[in-house]
DNA sequence: CCGATTTGTGAGAGCGCTCCCACGCGGTCA
DNA sequence: TGACCGCGTGGGAGCGCTCTCACAAATCGG
């Protein structure tokens, strides 16, 4: 129902249905093309009358750029992908995803930017998820949970794909940014901590060997007992979840019967291996004390609540998304680092 | 490095980095623009000879089309929402989203399609999605855990886009597709249940106000007790989390300490009132026997395990995602409803 | 009061793709 | 043998937008 009182033709989307296009509101404001445009994206040399009119028919149409039509000239989504190469049970288990997704959305919405989460555990969903990311669909990415064998940051690299690792990568770590906490630091500390309470047998539930904060923590462990002399063969890897943090701790326990301090690295396998420990009616910390590692929330509500490194999981996510918008707009930065430092949290279980 | 022997001009990124176009494909394929095209998608109408040489070509220049370009001229992204208008700590620890999100993504993404997930809790968060449901960024969207405030179903059904609810929506129910069980008639069931098993003062931790489910399943609780002549004035409302159906349960106890029996909404908030009757040293079904709702894993883990009744998320969310790829593929077809029948799944609490 | 800037504007060229249409070619049928 | 039919193909238009550029009008300093 547009008047169509001159002979111009037009495409028959005009009359009905299909949504109006630029052309259609510069029309209706009295400008051209080229100035609509202008008044809509920031109207920079734009006369008031004219943003007023362009406003005003934006209004009265109901119009929304196509975002197609954008990006094919301007070369951009405004789009990013929060990718997590994990199998969906565990994204949708462990409270630090939640947490990271709603920091680094609620960053980039802000210069609305979308925010696409991509969860892909390894297979050929990860084949899937290389094509979708070398497909221009997005901007950028930010990678969390990266494995060892996902070779996600080469391939990024390789790309030249803005994105920022949270955690520390494996490899390319000279070529592409990330922000981290300093793991063996805090392995270190949480050990010392079982040391200075008297422990003298103290084992761990590590993190998964295939990621870096599994093995930084790890090797903090490790340190903190060589310098005290004390044998550093209590090590059992877990997954990150409660669940094989139970298991592994049973599996500790079995073979190292004699432990009075256990170093969990995560909150979640320090929740399940303080399940295992109360069914085998050990005391914590009287008979055995636990340190977890993370403080999202879990470790206060443990029964005894978690001794723990609280990591800074916010702000981490947040100077994720702040690298990532940086190298979005500045075109090529150098790669950058952040290190943040974990903080001891007391609390019963140590 | 692209050989320029012709002198056709071209645009400075042939040679320099930019990713290679069609136009390069067809060229170093010895074929035109709109053989590629075809060779590319599907190739109907194109020989041995000339796919071969696309193919060739394609893997040679590691070809990706342009989806910005391509959708420009379709009209489609081949990309699809999952709208959840919920605060993200539900949706990350209720498994249902999971589980929902896993199968969603395996039906459509075996069509090429991608899942973008929509977080919106309600306030500006809410505004901004629903103009990104309106910029044409997607081809449909299927909303799961939609609320009587934000009217979704209205918005979507006067947008055209095509879409599916998991859930009966509130409104507009005659002019979008949506599935749904009989949540009703579970309500009618565990409540019976508790009745056959001797319970004669039955109180209910309902599901939210605002969303079908919660309604249906108080109706049906309602009716049972009905029927039977009893009285239907304990109830109090959960908002489908463990701690709010702890907290329910202990509001509910408060005011009617007399109950023998008590049916919750949903198997997290059933979690919560276990817990709860444990703290008070209620013995579970023996003083007071408890029924959950939706048996997704937490439901054979709580401490007695719940008696249930079992929601076929998966084959729900399945036949949701058929749903939508009738409407992407058929134009307009009608809108259609698929309802499923709980079924009860007897252990140990009730 | 005149050249030099600044400011607002529109014409028009593409971005990379799909798809309509016209064309040549061999095979089939009356 | 000519009319007709597919089939494979390429030419070319156009999807809706941004952005460069040229140009007129307004503003400025000397």
Chains 1, 2 share one sequence.
């Not at 070369?75 to 947490?99: G, H, I, N, Q, Y």
């Not at 070779?151 to 940014?177: E, K, N």
């Amino acid at each position: 129902m547009v008047d169509d009182t001159d002979a111009h033709p037009e495409p028959p989307s005009a009359g009905t249905g299909g949504s109006p296009t630029l052309e259609e509101v510069a029309r209706l404001a009295g400008v051209s093309r080229a100035t609509a445009s202008r008044a809509i994206n920031g109207g920079s040399r734009v006369s008031a009358r004219a943003q007023q009119a362009v406003d005003d028919a934006v209004r009265r149409l109901g119009y929304t750029p196509n975002p197609a039509a954008r990006s094919l000239v301007t070369r951009r989504t405004d789009s990013v992908a929060l990718v997590v190469p994990e199998p969906d049970e565990r994204v949708f288990s462990d409270p630090f995803f939640a947490r990271t997704l709603h920091v680094v959305t609620s960053v980039l919405s802000a210069r609305d930017l979308q925010v696409v989460l991509l969860i892909a555990q390894p297979g050929d969903e990860e084949h899937r998820m290389l094509r979708y990311l070398r497909g221009r669909h997005i901007d950028g990415a930010i990678v969390v949970s990266h494995h060892r064998s996902d070779s996600l940051s080469d391939h990024l690299a390789a790309l030249g794909l803005p994105c920022t690792f949270i955690g520390r990568p494996w490899t390319s770590t000279d070529r592409v940014s990330y922000v981290d906490t300093d793991n063996r630091a805090g392995g270190r500390e949480a050990t010392r901590l079982l040391l200075d309470r008297g422990c003298r047998r103290i084992g761990t539930v590590a993190g998964p060997a295939d990621m870096t904060a599994g093995r930084d923590r790890l090797e903090g462990w490790r340190e903190a007992l060589g310098d005290a002399g004390l044998p550093t063969d209590a090590v059992v890897h877990g997954d990150f979840t409660e669940l094989g943090g139970a298991d592994a701790c049973a599996a500790l326990l079995d073979a190292h019967p004699d432990l009075d301090g256990i170093v969990v690295a995560s909150d979640l396998m320090a929740s399940g291996a303080l399940r295992v420990l109360s069914a085998q009616g050990r005391r914590v910390p009287t008979d055995l004390a636990v340190t977890g590692y993370d403080d999202l929330g879990i470790a206060e509500h443990t029964d005894p609540p978690l001794t723990t490194l609280r990591n800074p999981i916010g702000e981490m996510a947040e100077e994720a998304a702040r690298l990532l918008l940086e190298q979005l707009d500045g075109g090529l930065t150098l790669p950058r680092r952040v290190i943040f430092s974990p903080t001891l949290v007391r609390r019963a279980s140590a």
